[in-house]
């Protein structure tokens, strides 16, 4: 299985400043035939179901506010929120959709500082 | 509007068997790869399984610490997903969800708690 490694495991960032979370791959998640990354990050506030956010590592799913982005490619990518408001409180989960089973990282908890 | 209502967890002693359901409405269901995905209480998310569509073959894959022992099913005609749990091990007890794979987990219910515990 593909291990997905998070950093860091928390962090406290004040309101409109920038949050930044790395996510590594044990291996790449590259397909070679399509060019395509199988990466996706999940957001799940407390006491809520998780939410798809980014899937080919920055594609926003539909509603989800540009603030959020994400980049990188291989076996280290990183997902930005660019400007931290009081909603987006929550956990954060990158996930690898290369191959089965999907395999989640072990999340990064974003505060208010 | 897509929703995935789960129902039928509870608390059950090791070595019982509890079946989830999960009522599926809002989208066609029977074109919907469908998974279940669980989260131990304070933990992480760790997918459980899926089930194909039945045009792409309706095949079902577990991950390996639930293979053997849990089964999902659909029933189409009720646009209804199932995971049949045995031989529950306290390591089990977790809240499942359950989502629509279209490769990602695209939508999620709001999740039932399942207590193994003697």
């Known amino acids: 299985d593909i291990v997905m490694t998070q950093s860091p495991d928390s962090l406290a960032v004040s309101l409109g400043e920038r949050a930044t979370i790395n996510c590594k791959s044990s291996q790449s998640v590259l397909y070679s035939s399509n060019k395509k990354n199988y990466l996706a990050w999940y957001q799940q506030r407390p006491g809520q179901s998780p939410k798809l956010l980014i899937y080919?590592?920055?594609t926003r799913e539909s509603g989800v506010p540009d603030r959020f982005s994400g980049s990188g490619s291989g076996t280290d990518f990183t997902l930005t929120i660019s400007s931290l408001q009081a909603e987006d409180v929550a956990v954060y989960y990158c996930?690898?959709?290369?191959?089965?089973?999907?395999?989640f990282g072990q999340g990064t908890k974003v505060e208010i500082k | 509007e897509v929703q995935l209502v789960e129902s039928g967890g509870g608390l059950v002693k090791p070595g019982g068997s509890l079946r989830l359901s999960c009522a599926a409405s809002g989208f066609t269901f029977s074109n919907a790869w469908m998974s279940w995905v669980r989260q131990a209480p304070g933990r992480g998310l760790e997918w459980v399984g899926h089930?194909?569509?039945?045009?792409?073959?309706?095949?079902?894959e577990c991950a390996a610490p639930v293979k053997g022992r849990f089964t999902i099913s659909r029933d189409d005609s009720k646009d209804t997903l199932y995971l049949q749990m045995n031989s529950l091990k306290t390591e089990d007890t977790a809240v499942y969800y359950c989502?629509?794979?279209?490769?990602?987990?695209?939508?999620w219910g709001q999740g039932t708690l399942v207590t193994v515990s003697s």
């Open positions: 080919w590592v920055s």
């Open positions: 989502t629509t794979e279209k490769l990602v987990s695209d939508y």
């Open positions: 996930q690898q959709y290369y191959n089965t089973p999907p395999t």
């Open positions: 089930i194909k569509s039945k045009t792409d073959g309706g095949t079902t």
